[in-house]
């Protein structure tokens, strides 16, 4: 179950700006637990995008970001490129679940 | 780092499988490891965790009692024993390495390619 809300789609003409938002509650991500973000190509495994918040992995370039408010958390993507077309998930740890919690995923098109 | 996933395959209603997964070029029995499945066509859903001594296991509710997760650090291998499967467990299912030792809200660094469970008559 999906307890993290995304919005299904974003889209942008190559070299803008698009935001991504991941919306919990008291019990996740407003409870104080790190948000993660995903990144999965087609027909691929997702791969770390950003961590604990706002931290990016060795290698991922710095056009990705992320930031947390409250009980909602952002990825921005700036300088938007072609092979950034993808499916792009959040993750959470929610405490009255005593599991992790995944968003329902935004697909990110380049016009 | 490589975890390799395999055991699935098409499995009828109400049977059991057994997936595993190989863990290699890392330290095995230091981490926490998580198995997280997609449904064809659908997000991400969390399954289960096993901490990096197997001391302590949780599920989604959606699998509790019929998933069982387990781990033998003496072979690097991790498993997921699947009873009762339903149509809606119908997903890829990808072994996926815990950033530390499973306890906390970490992050997943590194996933498995999946291997695809069809539960089908």
């Known amino acids: 179950q999906s307890v993290l809300t995304q919005p299904p789609s974003v889209s942008g003409a190559p070299g803008q700006r698009v935001t991504i938002s991941c919306t919990g509650t008291?019990?996740?991500?407003?409870?104080?637990?790190?948000v993660h973000w995903y990144q999965q190509l087609p027909g691929t495994a997702p791969k770390l995008l950003i961590y604990g918040n706002s931290n990016r992995p060795s290698g991922v370039p710095d056009r990705f970001s992320g930031s947390k408010s409250g009980t909602s958390a952002s990825l921005a993507i700036t300088g938007l490129q072609a092979e950034d077309e993808a499916d792009y998930y959040c993750?959470?740890?929610?405490?009255?679940?005593?599991?992790?919690?995944f968003g329902t995923g935004t697909k990110v098109t380049v016009l | 780092v490589q975890l390799v996933e395999s055991g699935g395959g098409v499995v009828q209603p109400g049977k059991s499988l057994r997936l595993s997964c190989a863990a290699s070029e890392f330290t095995f029995r230091s981490y926490g490891m998580h198995w997280v499945r997609q449904a064809p066509g659908k997000g991400l859903e969390w399954v289960a965790v096993i901490w990096y001594d197997g001391s302590n296991k949780y599920y989604a509710d959606s699998v509790k009692g019929r998933f069982t997760i387990s781990r033998d650090n003496s072979k690097n291998t991790l498993y997921l024993q699947m009873n009762s499967l339903r149509a809606e467990d119908t997903a890829v299912y990808y072994c996926?390495?815990?950033?530390?030792?499973?306890?906390?809200?970490?992050?997943?660094?590194?996933w498995g390619q999946g291997t695809l469970v069809t539960v089908s008559s």
């Open positions: 996926v390495r815990d950033l530390d030792d499973g306890s906390g809200s970490y992050p997943f660094d590194y």
């Open positions: 993750h959470s740890y929610d405490r009255s679940l005593s599991g992790h919690v």
């Open positions: 008291g019990s996740n991500i407003g409870a104080g637990y790190d």
